[in-house]
């Protein structure tokens, strides 16, 4: 079974341009979360969506920040415009279901670089 | 907002050692957490601890959850140099898995 699988690995972008990640979970996991390291700092969780649709957007920065699952499948985060505090480390994770004993898959990351 | 303080920010133990890292925070959860970042690599979940005063091991990993759900610590016997990396603590107030982390330890061992 493949795991959650993120693209691009690395980014790198000026300032005021657009950027797209995307996240693919883990087949048949309806749970998908986006979470974001900064600096060397915690990760910070940015939203949740159940299927398609927005559980929890209460992480997210600020509305350059826009994340979609059509489908209810894969999931894409597009910063626009960027600016150069969007640094750092964005991770995917995806669970089956909620609950107790339910443990989350994280992808390898997104490294992304506003300069 | 939550937050766990993690400590220490890092280490650097000649393999063979024993290696203690910490999490405090002055929220309760519900359910606390461990995982390990490899260079390039997600988190992996080492240990997951559910009930207050909890200690469970994982081969040479033990966790231990506080009695009173604000607090954690990981033990890691016998490094080696495979153990290198990024432990962050983690906790889940809801089950929902909205996970709130720690800053991360840096872990480096020295053959």
């Known amino acids: 079974e493949a795991g959650v699988t993120q693209f691009p690995s690395h980014s790198v972008i000026e300032k005021g341009q657009t950027v797209t990640l995307r996240c693919d979970p883990i087949s048949g996991h309806d749970n998908l979360y986006w979470y974001r390291r900064v600096m060397g700092k915690e990760i910070k969780f940015l939203l949740h969506?159940?299927?398609?649709?927005?559980?929890?957007e209460s992480g997210m920065p600020n509305n350059r920040f826009l994340a979609e699952r059509t489908g209810g499948t894969y999931s894409t985060l597009k910063v626009q415009p960027a600016e150069l505090e969007d640094s750092g480390v964005y991770f995917c994770?995806?669970?089956?279901?909620?609950?107790?004993?339910?443990?989350?898959?994280f992808g390898q990351g997104t490294r992304l670089t506003v300069v | 907002g939550q937050q766990l303080n993690q400590s220490p920010q890092s280490m650097f133990i000649q393999e063979g050692e024993d290696v203690s890292m910490n999490c405090t925070s002055s929220?309760?959860?519900?359910?606390w957490l461990w995982y390990k970042q490899d260079p390039g690599e997600g988190p992996v979940l080492l240990i997951a601890l559910y009930k207050a005063g909890e200690l469970t091991s994982n081969g040479r990993l033990t966790a231990q959850f506080g009695i009173t759900r604000k607090d954690s610590f990981l033990n890691i016997s016998a490094s080696i140099p495979s153990d290198v990396g990024i432990y962050f603590c983690a906790g889940d107030m809801e089950y929902g898995n909205k996970l709130v982390f720690g800053a991360g330890t840096i872990l480096r061992v020295k053959s």
């Open positions: 969506f159940v299927k398609e649709s927005k559980q929890d």
């Open positions: 929220s309760i959860f519900n359910t």
């Open positions: 994770a995806s669970t089956r279901t909620l609950g107790v004993n339910t443990e989350a898959f």
